[in-house]
């Protein structure tokens, strides 16, 4: 058990919760002061309502006293993303163009957070609008990666990667449209889990691609990462699939994992060290008990292009009035990559959705007839410097998370090593509403690792 109060699991924490030895308050506290401490150096929140989150923590002790328990989030400090409704907090999604904006209502996801009794510590950095990042021309400095602050933390969910790796605070809530919940918890070595499409209510969560979105869920463990989807998954979506967390500590053994080496392996991008990561990663849960066996998917670039284009499509359908009205307040690289939607069609989003469910079918028909999970890389190098985000042009991270945005299928990042002192991640896939299977997988790879227990030096 950690010394620190922050640093507790929120297992550990929810434990002594409930046998009097700890104080929701007196853990909020410690989650304030860890934050006061370090985030001058990674600049992971936007906003901290410390007000707020003593009198919610007062609150969960005194249901707590009264016998009320309204589930393993009770009592813990979390925080969400800056694209998410908070009416208590302001909600600028990333830009200055909504500086100082207040939501009437909480997103759906915050209501379920707040129904299970957990404490809303704050706002999490993200990307403007969850487009293009880092960027400098804003009134807000990008997050910066823990394991090297002179380092981009990946996006869009920049800030929640970073509370999580940094210490400050266990769980969060972030968004994933191309990548942007895994991406950054490879970078960072956190856990990012993406699930199923749909699965969770978008509703209060401002949009970048609907067809696209997914809430997701940045963690410090599988197990934290699966108990936080458990709570804000939409059980009104009328599919009735296992818990995330229902297989936790279930061996692999008989479990068929495809794994999609070819689809990175010889991308000119491709550091070694993430080959020898993730082909390592792959003995380990042979040794485990699963069966492991190469397994083709489409070509990469098919996926990107069509994920290309409904990004770009239905990010400029949905700005369009906004640029008109205050364009000038975007971020450059951010209205450049937004207004590039006018060179599409609509026939070409018509077209763009029809490959995307063609490829859905072949993964369907031709992957998981065959395997429970498929293991591919997340990202294809450590995390990049912010001066080479410097120039004019945005730059796009090689990685390989588009894929299953337009598949929609889950994918949940765990970290699988290091290379030049920064995390590494490998990627798993699983069939549409099985996150189950997927943290059943990543947390066995967990505890026969320590590379998710690694944590980077103090600021």
């Not at 804000?232 to 061996?251: E, F, H, N, T, Y």
């Not at 479990?255 to 390592?280: K, N, Q, S």
């Not at 090593?417 to 967990?446: K, M, N, W």
Request: negative net charge; charged residues 20%.
């Amino acid at each position: 058990m950690s010394g620190h109060l922050a640093d507790l699991s929120i297992q550990e924490a929810a434990a002594r919760l409930r046998d009097g030895s700890l104080s929701s308050l007196d853990l909020t506290r410690a989650h304030l002061e860890r934050i006061a401490e370090r985030d001058q150096a990674y600049h992971a929140f936007v906003y901290v309502d410390i007000d707020g989150a003593l009198a919610e923590a007062a609150r969960a002790d005194d249901a707590l006293r009264r016998g009320d328990d309204f589930g393993p989030l009770h009592g813990i400090p979390v925080a969400v993303k800056d694209l998410v409704d908070t009416a208590r907090m302001p909600t600028a999604y990333g830009s200055d163009v909504h500086a100082g904006h207040r939501p009437s209502e909480d997103a759906d996801v915050v209501l379920r957070l707040k129904a299970a009794g957990a404490v809303l510590i704050g706002k999490l950095e993200t990307y403007e609008f969850a487009m293009v990042g880092p960027v400098f021309d804003r009134s807000f400095p990008p997050a910066a990666n823990p394991w090297n602050v002179n380092c981009a933390t990946g996006g869009s969910s920049s800030g929640s990667a970073a509370a999580v790796a940094g210490g400050l605070v266990r769980t969060t809530i972030g968004s994933d449209t191309g990548g942007s919940v895994r991406s950054p918890a490879s970078y960072c070595g956190a856990i990012g889990l993406k699930p199923s499409f749909a699965s969770i209510s978008t509703r209060g969560v401002f949009p970048l691609s609907p067809s696209l979105d997914h809430v997701g869920v940045i963690s410090a463990s599988v197990a934290e990462a699966a108990i936080t989807h458990d709570i804000i998954a939409d059980a009104a979506s009328g599919k009735a699939r296992p818990a995330a967390a229902s297989r936790l500590g279930q061996s692999l053994l008989g479990l068929r994992i495809g794994y999609a080496r070819e689809w990175f392996a010889h991308d000119a991008a491709t550091l070694p060290a993430v080959l020898e990561a993730v082909d390592a990663a792959a003995s380990v849960l042979s040794l485990l008990g699963a069966r492991i066996e190469e397994v083709a998917l489409p070509q990469a670039a098919d996926f990107e292009a069509v994920g290309a284009v409904i990004i770009h499509a239905e990010a400029f359908k949905g700005h369009r009035q906004q640029l008109k009205a205050s364009g000038e307040r975007y971020s450059r690289k951010v209205f450049q990559n937004i207004v590039s939607g006018l060179c599409l069609t609509p026939d070409d989003l018509v077209r763009a959705r029809e490959a995307a469910l063609r490829l859905r079918s072949t993964l369907d028909r031709t992957v998981f007839s065959q395997f429970d999970a498929i293991l591919t890389a997340t990202t294809l190098t450590p995390a990049i410097p912010f001066a080479d985000f410097a120039g004019e042009a945005a730059r796009w991270t090689p990685m390989r998370t588009i894929a299953f945005n337009v598949t929609g299928h889950p994918a949940l990042s765990v970290p699988c090593g290091f290379s030049g002192g920064l995390p590494l991640g490998l990627q798993l896939v699983g069939r549409a509403g099985d996150e189950a299977t997927l943290c059943q997988i990543g947390h066995a790879y967990e505890l026969a690792s320590d590379f998710a227990a690694s944590k980077p030096p103090r600021p």
